[in-house]
Protein backbone atom coordinates (compact mmCIF):
# COMPACT_ATOMS: atom_id res chain seq x y z
CA UNK A 1 0.00 0.00 0.00
CA UNK A 2 1.28 3.43 -0.82
CA UNK A 3 1.52 6.56 1.53
CA UNK A 4 -1.42 8.14 0.69
CA UNK A 5 -3.63 4.91 0.80
CA UNK A 6 -2.06 4.00 3.69
CA UNK A 7 -3.06 7.74 5.01
CA UNK A 8 -6.44 7.35 3.60
CA UNK A 9 -7.00 3.98 5.78
CA UNK A 10 -6.04 5.30 9.02
CA UNK A 11 -8.16 8.48 8.10
CA UNK A 12 -11.07 5.61 7.57
CA UNK A 13 -10.44 3.84 10.22
CA UNK A 14 -10.51 6.56 12.87
CA UNK A 15 -13.69 8.40 11.32
CA UNK A 16 -15.26 4.71 11.80
CA UNK A 17 -14.68 4.07 15.25
CA UNK A 18 -15.41 8.12 16.60
CA UNK A 19 -18.47 8.03 14.97
CA UNK A 20 -19.85 5.09 16.84
CA UNK A 21 -18.46 6.96 19.84
CA UNK A 22 -20.07 10.52 18.57
CA UNK A 23 -23.54 9.17 17.46
CA UNK A 24 -24.33 7.71 20.92
CA UNK A 25 -23.04 10.83 22.01
CA UNK A 26 -25.51 12.65 20.46
CA UNK A 27 -28.61 10.30 21.01
CA UNK A 28 -28.38 9.29 24.35
CA UNK A 29 -28.76 12.38 26.17
CA UNK A 30 -32.10 13.06 24.10
CA UNK A 31 -33.81 9.54 25.55
CA UNK A 32 -32.32 10.09 28.84
CA UNK A 33 -34.22 13.94 28.80
CA UNK A 34 -37.15 12.17 27.76
CA UNK A 35 -37.21 9.28 30.05
CA UNK A 36 -37.04 12.14 33.26
CA UNK A 37 -39.22 13.95 31.51
CA UNK A 38 -41.94 11.09 31.18
CA UNK A 39 -41.05 9.66 35.05
CA UNK A 40 -41.71 12.95 35.91
CA UNK A 41 -44.80 13.75 34.23
CA UNK A 42 -46.27 10.24 35.11
CA UNK A 43 -44.52 9.78 38.53
CA UNK A 44 -43.45 6.75 36.58
CA UNK A 45 -40.39 4.55 38.45
CA UNK A 46 -39.83 3.00 36.04
CA UNK A 47 -39.10 5.92 33.69
CA UNK A 48 -37.51 7.60 36.17
CA UNK A 49 -34.82 5.11 36.90
CA UNK A 50 -33.97 4.67 33.14
CA UNK A 51 -32.84 7.79 32.65
CA UNK A 52 -30.86 7.41 36.34
CA UNK A 53 -29.39 4.16 34.86
CA UNK A 54 -28.68 5.25 31.28
CA UNK A 55 -26.95 8.67 32.65
CA UNK A 56 -23.45 6.73 33.67
CA UNK A 57 -23.49 5.81 30.22
CA UNK A 58 -23.38 8.77 29.22
CA UNK A 59 -20.80 9.98 31.16
CA UNK A 60 -18.27 7.22 30.16
CA UNK A 61 -19.44 7.66 26.54
CA UNK A 62 -18.53 11.56 26.79
CA UNK A 63 -15.46 11.08 27.87
CA UNK A 64 -14.13 8.37 25.31
CA UNK A 65 -15.76 10.83 22.82
CA UNK A 66 -13.56 13.32 23.69
CA UNK A 67 -10.66 11.20 23.35
CA UNK A 68 -11.46 9.87 20.11
CA UNK A 69 -12.23 13.53 19.04
CA UNK A 70 -9.23 14.67 19.71
CA UNK A 71 -7.63 12.06 18.31
CA UNK A 72 -8.87 12.97 15.00
CA UNK A 73 -8.00 16.34 15.46
CA UNK A 74 -4.29 15.56 15.50
CA UNK A 75 -4.53 12.99 13.03
CA UNK A 76 -6.01 15.80 10.43
CA UNK A 77 -3.07 17.90 11.37
CA UNK A 78 -0.75 15.82 11.33
CA UNK A 79 -1.80 13.84 7.96
CA UNK A 80 -3.55 16.33 6.27
CA UNK A 81 -1.32 19.60 7.03
CA UNK A 82 -1.95 21.35 3.56
CA UNK A 83 -5.82 20.47 3.86
CA UNK A 84 -6.14 22.31 7.60
CA UNK A 85 -3.64 25.29 6.30
CA UNK A 86 -6.49 26.24 3.30
CA UNK A 87 -9.62 25.08 5.40
CA UNK A 88 -8.64 26.31 8.67
CA UNK A 89 -8.78 30.26 6.96
CA UNK A 90 -12.31 29.59 6.12
CA UNK A 91 -14.12 27.22 7.66
CA UNK A 92 -12.54 27.56 11.23
CA UNK A 93 -15.59 29.19 12.72
CA UNK A 94 -17.70 26.05 13.02
CA UNK A 95 -14.72 24.56 14.96
CA UNK A 96 -15.02 27.24 17.06
CA UNK A 97 -18.50 26.93 17.63
CA UNK A 98 -18.20 23.07 17.99
CA UNK A 99 -15.69 23.90 21.07
CA UNK A 100 -18.08 26.57 22.51
CA UNK A 101 -20.84 23.72 22.82
CA UNK A 102 -18.34 21.07 23.80
CA UNK A 103 -17.55 23.18 26.85
CA UNK A 104 -21.85 23.93 27.63
CA UNK A 105 -22.02 20.52 26.88
CA UNK A 106 -19.21 19.62 30.15
CA UNK A 107 -20.78 22.15 32.58
CA UNK A 108 -24.03 20.70 32.53
CA UNK A 109 -23.51 17.09 31.76
CA UNK A 110 -20.84 17.41 35.28
CA UNK A 111 -24.25 19.12 37.15
CA UNK A 112 -26.59 16.86 35.41
CA UNK A 113 -24.64 13.16 37.02
CA UNK A 114 -24.05 14.59 40.48
CA UNK A 115 -27.00 16.52 41.25
CA UNK A 116 -29.72 13.46 41.09
CA UNK A 117 -30.92 13.79 44.42
CA UNK A 118 -29.23 17.52 45.44
CA UNK A 119 -32.39 19.59 44.28
CA UNK A 120 -35.61 19.80 46.19
CA UNK A 121 -37.72 19.70 43.24
CA UNK A 122 -36.75 17.38 40.85
CA UNK A 123 -38.22 19.56 37.55
CA UNK A 124 -34.91 21.71 38.28
CA UNK A 125 -32.58 18.23 37.61
CA UNK A 126 -34.26 17.88 34.23
CA UNK A 127 -34.10 20.91 33.31
CA UNK A 128 -29.93 20.84 32.91
CA UNK A 129 -30.50 17.77 30.43
CA UNK A 130 -31.88 20.66 28.38
CA UNK A 131 -28.50 22.32 27.62
CA UNK A 132 -26.82 18.74 27.06
CA UNK A 133 -29.50 17.96 24.14
CA UNK A 134 -28.74 20.85 22.80
CA UNK A 135 -25.13 21.19 23.41
CA UNK A 136 -24.71 17.90 21.90
CA UNK A 137 -26.91 18.25 18.88
CA UNK A 138 -25.46 21.52 17.84
CA UNK A 139 -21.84 20.13 18.29
CA UNK A 140 -23.12 17.88 15.41
CA UNK A 141 -24.24 20.45 13.47
CA UNK A 142 -21.03 22.39 13.86
CA UNK A 143 -18.38 19.67 12.76
CA UNK A 144 -21.30 18.17 9.37
CA UNK A 145 -21.42 21.79 8.12
CA UNK A 146 -17.62 21.45 8.01
CA UNK A 147 -18.15 18.60 6.28
CA UNK A 148 -20.77 19.29 4.12
CA UNK A 149 -18.52 22.80 2.95
CA UNK A 150 -15.77 19.98 1.80
CA UNK A 151 -18.22 18.66 -0.50
CA UNK A 152 -19.46 21.91 -1.42
CA UNK A 153 -17.26 24.03 -1.09
CA UNK A 154 -18.44 28.03 -0.64
CA UNK A 155 -17.72 31.18 1.37
CA UNK A 156 -14.57 32.13 -0.68
CA UNK A 157 -12.79 32.99 -4.14
CA UNK A 158 -9.82 30.85 -5.06
CA UNK A 159 -7.26 32.05 -7.74
CA UNK A 160 -4.11 30.04 -8.57
CA UNK A 161 -3.70 28.83 -5.04
CA UNK A 162 -4.25 32.10 -3.37
CA UNK A 163 -7.36 32.38 -0.90
CA UNK A 164 -9.33 35.74 -1.00
CA UNK A 165 -12.77 37.18 -0.04
CA UNK A 166 -13.54 34.77 3.15
CA UNK A 167 -17.12 34.63 4.19
CA UNK A 168 -17.12 31.88 7.25
CA UNK A 169 -21.13 32.13 7.60
CA UNK A 170 -21.55 31.75 3.44
CA UNK A 171 -18.67 28.76 4.32
CA UNK A 172 -20.68 27.01 7.15
CA UNK A 173 -23.99 27.27 5.61
CA UNK A 174 -23.10 25.81 2.50
CA UNK A 175 -25.21 24.24 0.14
CA UNK A 176 -25.02 21.15 1.89
CA UNK A 177 -25.40 21.97 5.22
CA UNK A 178 -29.37 21.87 5.40
CA UNK A 179 -29.30 18.17 4.16
CA UNK A 180 -26.26 16.87 5.39
CA UNK A 181 -26.58 17.97 9.42
CA UNK A 182 -30.45 17.23 9.10
CA UNK A 183 -30.11 13.38 7.67
CA UNK A 184 -27.09 12.95 9.70
CA UNK A 185 -28.49 14.29 13.08
CA UNK A 186 -31.83 11.74 12.86
CA UNK A 187 -29.75 9.18 11.53
CA UNK A 188 -27.51 9.42 14.79
CA UNK A 189 -30.83 9.84 16.97
CA UNK A 190 -32.50 6.48 15.17
CA UNK A 191 -29.22 4.60 15.21
CA UNK A 192 -29.37 5.41 19.28
CA UNK A 193 -33.20 4.47 20.23
CA UNK A 194 -32.91 1.66 18.18
CA UNK A 195 -29.76 0.49 19.94
CA UNK A 196 -31.38 0.67 22.98
CA UNK A 197 -34.55 -1.18 22.16
CA UNK A 198 -32.03 -3.77 20.89
CA UNK A 199 -30.36 -4.62 23.94
CA UNK A 200 -33.51 -4.54 25.87
CA UNK A 201 -35.15 -6.82 23.90
CA UNK A 202 -31.52 -9.32 24.30
CA UNK A 203 -32.48 -9.03 28.17
CA UNK A 204 -36.00 -9.57 27.72
CA UNK A 205 -35.14 -12.76 25.10
CA UNK A 206 -32.49 -14.08 27.76
CA UNK A 207 -33.00 -12.82 31.23
CA UNK A 208 -35.47 -14.82 33.81
CA UNK A 209 -37.29 -11.81 34.85
CA UNK A 210 -39.61 -10.62 37.43
CA UNK A 211 -43.08 -8.98 36.66
CA UNK A 212 -41.90 -5.62 37.15
CA UNK A 213 -38.46 -6.41 35.19
CA UNK A 214 -40.67 -7.73 32.49
CA UNK A 215 -42.81 -4.45 32.51
CA UNK A 216 -40.08 -2.24 32.64
CA UNK A 217 -37.99 -3.63 30.01
CA UNK A 218 -41.10 -3.56 27.81
CA UNK A 219 -41.80 0.03 29.01
CA UNK A 220 -38.21 0.84 27.49
CA UNK A 221 -38.67 -1.07 23.97
CA UNK A 222 -42.13 0.83 23.77
CA UNK A 223 -40.46 4.03 24.20
CA UNK A 224 -37.60 3.41 22.25
CA UNK A 225 -39.68 1.87 19.02
CA UNK A 226 -41.99 4.91 19.52
CA UNK A 227 -38.78 7.29 19.05
CA UNK A 228 -38.03 5.16 16.27
CA UNK A 229 -40.63 5.45 14.08
CA UNK A 230 -40.37 9.09 14.23
CA UNK A 231 -36.76 9.57 13.40
CA UNK A 232 -36.88 6.83 10.91
CA UNK A 233 -39.38 8.77 8.97
CA UNK A 234 -37.51 12.04 9.28
CA UNK A 235 -34.16 10.31 8.32
CA UNK A 236 -36.20 8.87 5.38
CA UNK A 237 -37.43 13.13 4.66
CA UNK A 238 -34.09 14.28 4.86
CA UNK A 239 -33.05 11.78 2.85
CA UNK A 240 -35.11 12.28 -0.14
CA UNK A 241 -33.97 15.98 -0.03
CA UNK A 242 -30.26 14.73 -0.37
CA UNK A 243 -31.29 12.98 -3.33
CA UNK A 244 -31.98 16.16 -5.01
CA UNK A 245 -29.64 18.04 -3.01
CA UNK A 246 -27.32 15.74 -5.03
CA UNK A 247 -28.57 15.85 -8.06
CA UNK A 248 -28.54 19.76 -8.10
CA UNK A 249 -24.77 20.52 -6.55
CA UNK A 250 -23.17 16.82 -6.62
CA UNK A 251 -24.36 15.18 -10.17
CA UNK A 252 -20.96 13.00 -10.09
CA UNK A 253 -21.68 11.54 -6.55
CA UNK A 254 -25.09 10.71 -7.51
CA UNK A 255 -24.74 8.86 -10.79
CA UNK A 256 -21.71 6.97 -9.29
CA UNK A 257 -24.03 6.25 -6.62
CA UNK A 258 -26.21 4.75 -8.85
CA UNK A 259 -23.94 3.73 -11.86
CA UNK A 260 -26.33 6.06 -14.25
CA UNK A 261 -23.90 5.77 -17.38
CA UNK A 262 -25.88 8.05 -19.53
CA UNK A 263 -27.43 11.08 -18.86
CA UNK A 264 -31.06 11.72 -19.48
CA UNK A 265 -34.86 11.72 -18.89
CA UNK A 266 -36.81 8.98 -16.85
CA UNK A 267 -33.83 7.24 -15.26
CA UNK A 268 -34.30 4.25 -13.75
CA UNK A 269 -33.56 3.51 -9.97
CA UNK A 270 -30.96 0.92 -9.84
CA UNK A 271 -30.58 -1.84 -6.69
CA UNK A 272 -28.16 -4.39 -6.45
CA UNK A 273 -26.28 -5.50 -9.34
CA UNK A 274 -22.70 -5.98 -10.35
CA UNK A 275 -19.90 -3.72 -12.14
CA UNK A 276 -17.60 -5.09 -14.74
CA UNK A 277 -15.47 -3.29 -17.05
CA UNK A 278 -16.79 -2.58 -20.59
CA UNK A 279 -14.10 -2.37 -23.41
CA UNK A 280 -16.44 -0.05 -25.00
CA UNK A 281 -17.30 2.36 -22.05
CA UNK A 282 -14.91 3.93 -20.24
CA UNK A 283 -15.22 2.95 -16.13
CA UNK A 284 -17.16 -0.13 -15.07
CA UNK A 285 -20.78 -0.62 -16.07
CA UNK A 286 -23.41 -2.19 -13.61
CA UNK A 287 -25.57 -5.35 -14.67
CA UNK A 288 -27.71 -7.12 -12.76
CA UNK A 289 -29.50 -5.14 -11.20
CA UNK A 290 -32.96 -4.49 -10.52
CA UNK A 291 -34.76 -1.28 -12.37
CA UNK A 292 -37.42 0.82 -11.29
CA UNK A 293 -38.42 3.25 -14.16
CA UNK A 294 -38.34 6.82 -13.70
CA UNK A 295 -37.77 6.54 -9.90
CA UNK A 296 -34.18 7.74 -9.90
CA UNK A 297 -35.49 11.12 -12.01
CA UNK A 298 -38.53 11.39 -9.08
CA UNK A 299 -35.68 11.17 -6.02
CA UNK A 300 -33.63 13.84 -7.93
CA UNK A 301 -36.40 16.33 -9.40
CA UNK A 302 -39.20 15.06 -8.09
CA UNK A 303 -40.79 13.92 -11.21
CA UNK A 304 -40.32 10.54 -13.35
CA UNK A 305 -39.12 12.70 -16.13
CA UNK A 306 -37.04 14.93 -14.73
CA UNK A 307 -33.53 15.03 -16.39
CA UNK A 308 -30.50 13.41 -14.48
CA UNK A 309 -26.97 13.70 -15.56
CA UNK A 310 -24.87 10.50 -15.80
CA UNK A 311 -21.19 9.46 -15.62
CA UNK A 312 -20.81 10.14 -19.37
CA UNK A 313 -21.43 13.97 -18.12
CA UNK A 314 -18.29 13.91 -16.65
CA UNK A 315 -14.11 13.22 -17.21
CA UNK A 316 -13.85 9.66 -16.25
CA UNK A 317 -10.38 11.02 -14.28
CA UNK A 318 -12.90 12.52 -11.80
CA UNK A 319 -15.05 9.57 -11.23
CA UNK A 320 -15.24 8.21 -7.61
CA UNK A 321 -15.01 4.51 -6.88
CA UNK A 322 -18.38 3.34 -8.16
CA UNK A 323 -18.25 0.69 -5.71
CA UNK A 324 -19.91 3.04 -3.61
CA UNK A 325 -22.85 2.08 -5.23
CA UNK A 326 -23.41 -0.26 -2.86
CA UNK A 327 -22.65 1.95 0.00
CA UNK A 328 -25.91 3.38 -0.73
CA UNK A 329 -28.02 -0.01 -1.21
CA UNK A 330 -27.08 -0.67 1.54
CA UNK A 331 -27.71 2.01 3.35
CA UNK A 332 -31.56 2.65 1.37
CA UNK A 333 -31.78 -1.45 2.82
CA UNK A 334 -31.25 -0.84 6.04
CA UNK A 335 -33.29 2.82 6.69
CA UNK A 336 -36.24 0.48 4.99
CA UNK A 337 -35.83 -2.05 7.47
CA UNK A 338 -35.29 0.14 10.61
CA UNK A 339 -38.37 1.43 9.66
CA UNK A 340 -40.55 -1.48 8.96
CA UNK A 341 -39.32 -3.04 12.53
CA UNK A 342 -40.89 -0.22 14.65
CA UNK A 343 -44.02 0.34 12.50
CA UNK A 344 -45.24 -3.54 12.98
CA UNK A 345 -43.98 -3.52 16.52
CA UNK A 346 -46.20 -0.45 17.17
CA UNK A 347 -49.38 -1.60 14.83
CA UNK A 348 -49.17 -5.15 17.15
CA UNK A 349 -48.55 -3.15 20.67
CA UNK A 350 -51.96 -0.83 19.11
CA UNK A 351 -53.87 -4.30 17.93
CA UNK A 352 -52.65 -7.32 19.59
CA UNK A 353 -50.29 -6.20 22.72
CA UNK A 354 -48.71 -9.74 23.58
CA UNK A 355 -47.21 -10.18 20.37
CA UNK A 356 -45.63 -7.53 20.04
CA UNK A 357 -43.11 -9.10 22.47
CA UNK A 358 -42.66 -12.22 20.60
CA UNK A 359 -39.29 -14.27 19.86
CA UNK A 360 -39.45 -12.95 16.07
CA UNK A 361 -40.30 -9.34 16.43
CA UNK A 362 -37.41 -9.52 19.57
CA UNK A 363 -35.21 -10.77 16.91
CA UNK A 364 -35.74 -8.28 14.65
CA UNK A 365 -35.04 -5.49 17.02
CA UNK A 366 -31.92 -7.04 18.10
CA UNK A 367 -31.33 -6.80 14.62
CA UNK A 368 -32.51 -3.30 14.02
CA UNK A 369 -30.32 -2.33 16.57
CA UNK A 370 -27.30 -3.91 15.18
CA UNK A 371 -27.81 -2.83 11.73
CA UNK A 372 -28.34 1.08 12.36
CA UNK A 373 -24.32 1.34 13.06
CA UNK A 374 -23.96 0.06 9.80
CA UNK A 375 -26.43 2.09 7.78
CA UNK A 376 -24.56 5.16 9.84
CA UNK A 377 -21.21 3.98 8.59
CA UNK A 378 -22.14 3.23 4.93
CA UNK A 379 -23.52 6.23 4.75
CA UNK A 380 -20.20 8.29 5.63
CA UNK A 381 -18.44 6.22 3.34
CA UNK A 382 -20.72 7.23 0.33
CA UNK A 383 -19.97 10.88 1.35
CA UNK A 384 -16.20 10.37 1.97
CA UNK A 385 -15.45 8.12 -0.88
CA UNK A 386 -17.97 9.70 -3.15
CA UNK A 387 -16.47 13.08 -2.78
CA UNK A 388 -12.86 11.32 -4.47
CA UNK A 389 -10.57 11.87 -6.41
CA UNK A 390 -11.21 15.39 -3.99
CA UNK A 391 -10.48 16.35 -0.21
CA UNK A 392 -11.96 20.06 -1.08
CA UNK A 393 -14.72 19.41 -4.01
CA UNK A 394 -12.89 20.70 -7.37
CA UNK A 395 -10.55 22.80 -5.00
CA UNK A 396 -7.85 20.53 -3.91
CA UNK A 397 -7.77 16.48 -4.17
CA UNK A 398 -6.76 14.05 -1.64
CA UNK A 399 -3.09 13.70 -3.03
CA UNK A 400 -2.80 17.81 -2.84
CA UNK A 401 -4.06 17.42 0.69
CA UNK A 402 -1.77 14.54 2.04
CA UNK A 403 1.51 15.39 4.46
CA UNK A 404 4.77 14.71 2.40
CA UNK A 405 6.26 13.25 5.28
CA UNK A 406 7.71 10.05 5.19
CA UNK A 407 7.02 8.56 8.68
CA UNK A 408 3.64 8.27 7.87
CA UNK A 409 3.97 4.38 7.53
CA UNK A 410 6.10 4.21 10.10
CA UNK A 411 3.81 5.90 13.25
CA UNK A 412 0.51 5.63 11.06
CA UNK A 413 -0.41 2.34 13.67
CA UNK A 414 -0.48 4.46 16.81
CA UNK A 415 -3.95 5.78 15.50
CA UNK A 416 -5.74 2.40 15.06
CA UNK A 417 -4.12 1.07 18.52
CA UNK A 418 -5.44 3.78 20.20
CA UNK A 419 -9.12 2.99 19.12
CA UNK A 420 -8.95 -0.09 19.75
CA UNK A 421 -7.86 0.54 23.43
CA UNK A 422 -10.95 2.22 24.16
CA UNK A 423 -13.17 -0.08 21.92
CA UNK A 424 -11.92 -2.42 24.43
CA UNK A 425 -12.17 -0.61 27.67
CA UNK A 426 -15.56 1.68 27.00
CA UNK A 427 -17.71 -1.78 26.92
CA UNK A 428 -15.71 -3.57 29.90
CA UNK A 429 -16.17 -0.43 31.79
CA UNK A 430 -19.82 -0.74 31.15
CA UNK A 431 -20.55 -4.39 31.65
CA UNK A 432 -18.33 -3.76 34.85
CA UNK A 433 -20.42 -1.30 36.55
CA UNK A 434 -24.02 -2.65 35.36
CA UNK A 435 -23.15 -5.63 37.04
CA UNK A 436 -21.58 -4.47 40.09
CA UNK A 437 -25.29 -2.16 40.10
CA UNK A 438 -27.92 -4.43 39.27
CA UNK A 439 -31.76 -2.91 38.02
CA UNK A 440 -33.63 -2.10 41.27
CA UNK A 441 -37.11 -1.24 41.22
CA UNK A 442 -37.65 -1.11 44.52
CA UNK A 443 -36.99 2.51 45.21
CA UNK A 444 -39.70 4.79 45.04
CA UNK A 445 -38.29 8.33 43.79
CA UNK A 446 -41.86 9.81 44.38
Not at 57 to 81: D, E, H, K, R
Not at 293 to 317: E, K, Q, W, Y
Not at 347 to 371: E, H, M, P, Y
Request: net charge positive; hydrophobic share 50%.
Amino acid sequence: MDQLNYGRALMGDSLGYHILFALLGVGIPLLISLSELIGLIKKDNHYYTMARRWSFALGVLFVVGAASGTIISIQLNALWPSFMTLAGKIIGLPFFLEGFAFFIETIFLGIYLYSWDRFSNKWTHWLCSLPIVLASATSAFFITTANAWMNNPAGFSYSNGVVSGINPIKAMFNAATPTETSHSIFAYYLTTVLAFAGLYAIFLWREKLDIQQKIYYKKVIGMAMALGLIFACATALTGDFSGKYLAKYEPLKLAAAEGLQQSGSDADLSVGGIFHRDENEPGEKLDGALRFPGMLSFLATGSIHGFVRGLNSFDPNTWPPLWIHYMFDFMVFIGIFLTTVPLIFLLLLWKKRQWAFNKFLLLLTIVAGISGFFAVEFGWILTEVGRQPYAIRGIMTTTQAFTTNPDVARWGFIFPLMYLALFIITPWILLRYYKKNKLDLKKNYF
